[in-house]
T-cell receptor
Framework: TQTVSQSDAHVTVFEGDSVELRCNYS??????LSWYIQHHGRGLQFLLK??????VVQGVNGFEAEFSKSDSSFHLRKASVHWSDSAVYFC????????????FGSGTQLTVMP | DPKIIQKPKYLVAVTGSEKILICEQYLGHNAMYWYRQSAKKPLEFMFS???????DNQTASSRFQPQSSKKNHLDLQITALKPDDSATYFC?????????????FGPGTRLTVL
């Protein structure tokens, strides 16, 4: 059974700060990892994904994430956040041995202070 | 233009009634999904369809029935509604039904059961 853990429910930073949102997963086979953003009252928007190749993947709006098999992690980073980045961020995993379902973490609320 | 349309945006129902949530995608995708997001649980996978065929069902209750009348439609019928069914229901789609296919989400239908 795949699980996804987002250890930080809330992260608060100031505009211009860097930020790292943590995601750890548990699964041993081939997996697909992704990050989504959800602004208040809206649907989910895709940010980036990792399946194979370069463990550092670039996404939209300056986001990047790094896959680590040894740490079972897929942390999301941004070098300089903007107030519009305030939202809930979800990490998701899908595994080759299961169905096509995305299994989501509980989400991290990022608040960017002006 | 929105590529995944969900109707209605908000829905209020009484306990015991039946409702249909509509989802249409105009991305030319072959796989469609339903997810649920409630205050008590993170995003949960419900169903996956590929070429209008049910591929996976992770809902415990038969009160939830997906209906696919066209390749780009996947509606969700919910019968005998309960207050615990109150949630936001998201439709998603992907180009094909593989575990590494990027899933695109609609804006959601917020259902409140009184």
């Amino acid at each position: 059974t795949q699980t996804v853990s987002q250890s930080d429910a809330h992260v608060t930073v100031f505009e211009g700060d860097s930020v790292e949102l943590r995601c750890n997963y548990s699964y041993g086979g081939s997996i697909y990892l992704s990050w989504y953003i959800q602004h208040h009252g809206r649907g989910l928007q895709f940010l980036l994904k990792y399946y194979s190749g370069n463990p550092v993947v670039q996404g939209v709006n300056g986001f990047e994430a790094e896959f680590s098999k040894s740490d079972s992690s897929f942390h999301l980073r941004k070098a300089s956040v903007h107030w519009s980045d305030s939202a809930v961020y979800f990490c998701a995993v899908s595994a080759s041995s299961g169905s096509w379902q995305l299994i989501f973490g509980s989400g991290t609320q990022l608040t960017v202070m002006p | 233009d929105p590529k995944i349309i969900q109707k209605p945006k908000y829905l209020v129902a009484v306990t015991g009634s039946e409702k249909i949530l509509i989802c249409e995608q105009y991305l030319g995708h072959n796989a469609m999904y339903w997810y649920r997001q409630s205050a008590k649980k993170p995003l949960e996978f419900m169903f996956s369809y590929s070429y209008q065929k049910l591929m996976d069902n992770q809902t415990a209750s038969s009160r939830f029935q997906p209906q696919s009348s066209k390749k780009n439609h996947l509606d969700l019928q919910i019968t005998a509604l309960k207050p615990d069914d109150s949630a936001t229901y998201f439709c998603a789609s992907s180009q094909d039904g593989t575990f590494y296919a990027e899933q695109f989400f609609g804006p959601g239908t917020r259902l409140t059961v009184l």
